[in-house]
């Protein structure tokens, strides 16, 4: 399984930037200053789009690592010897999230060969917006001939909000 730790800074850059533009909306009411309106709402302005940056930052941080998992498991399939690609015979079942945070998603093999196989499967984990937030492989050992393997893919990190999971590969050796 392929580990990198992408960090949720997201919701908390969008959370940091709302309670700034409060903060700078509310003082114009209250303070002994004798601040606009209008210049309240320059510095909310400012301060959320300061924010809004860090948001983007965090995000194309996210995304990288997110890519950067994908190549490590595209490698690591690579690797396997004898193998034969096999995403026709996986099927996956609703994401779900843990009761830690984690996202899962049941795994479902099809072994079309006679003899007793293994299989590897990337699963891509992604946002509401189809963007890629995590990636896993899973192994699922020995599957008799003709018959059918089930394992769980489970995310490496919590994954706030709705989540989708979808084969990108898989190798039968």
């Known amino acids: 399984m392929a580990d990198v730790a992408v960090t949720g800074g997201v919701g908390r850059g969008l959370a940091g930037a709302a309670l700034v533009a409060m903060a700078v909306l509310g003082s114009a009411g209250c303070s002994g200053t004798q601040e606009s309106a209008s210049d309240a709402a320059s510095k909310a302005a400012s301060a ?27 490698n690591k399939l690579d690797e396997i010897k004898n193998g034969v690609e096999a995403k026709d015979e ?31 499967v990337q699963v891509n984990f992604k946002d509401e917006s189809g963007n890629k937030v995590d ?6 050992d020995d599957v008799a001939g003709k018959a059918t393997g089930r394992g769980t893919a489970r995310s ?18």
Do not use: C
């Open 48 to 74: 959320a789009q300061s924010a809004g940056a860090e948001v983007s930052a965090a995000a194309s941080k996210a995304a990288g690592a997110a890519s950067s998992a994908a190549g490590v498991a595209e």
């Open 135 to 140: 990636t896993v492989i899973v192994t699922i």
């Open 90 to 120: 996986v099927a996956l079942g609703e994401p779900s999230a843990d009761s830690e945070g984690y996202v899962k998603v049941p795994v479902t093999v099809q072994n079309t060969d006679a003899a007793k196989k293994s299989f590897a």
């Open 156 to 173: 490496t990190h919590r994954l706030p909000g709705s989540v989708t999971a979808e084969t990108e590969r898989a190798v039968r050796y």
